[in-house]
């Protein structure tokens, strides 16, 4: 292995003098490279983030709307939608909004709503 090893370095080290290189001046030249590469990568990331982070906010502001919006539009019984905005208890909430869920996905999977 460690035999491998000294023949890859002495191999690589004959092809970079052939054109002008010293092992040294090529290691300093890819160090370099990974710097650039990673200080790149943190900043894309950071990006990532912040972009990642305003779109959470949108979305979570207007999913629920949204939500309301499609359970409203395809909505053929207003006694669940009046339950499952004005019930008291969340189970019966959740039981109604499961309900207009149910009714909607089956209108979009129709067509009908499109």
């Known amino acids: 292995m460690e035999n491998e090893r000294q023949e890859l370095a002495a191999t690589l080290e004959s092809e970079l003098e052939k054109y002008g290189f010293t092992l040294k001046t090529f290691e300093d ?4 490279i990974v ?8 900043q894309v990331v950071e990006t ?8 959470f906010k949108i ?5 629920f709307t949204l939500l309301d919006a499609v ?5 053929d019984n207003p006694k669940y939608w009046h339950y ?3 019930a008291k208890k969340l189970r019966t909430r959740k039981k109604y909004r499961n309900k207009l869920l149910r009714n909607a996905t089956a ?8």
């Open 35 to 42: 710097d650039r590469l990673v200080a790149a990568v943190e």
């Open 107 to 114: 209108v979009i999977k129709k067509g009908a709503f499109i």
């Open 84 to 86: 499952y905005k004005h």
């Open 71 to 75: 359970l409203w539009a395809v909505n």
């Open 59 to 63: 979305i979570s502001k207007a999913g």
């Open 48 to 55: 990532v983030k912040e972009v990642w982070h305003k779109m």
């Open 29 to 32: 030249f890819v160090g370099e």
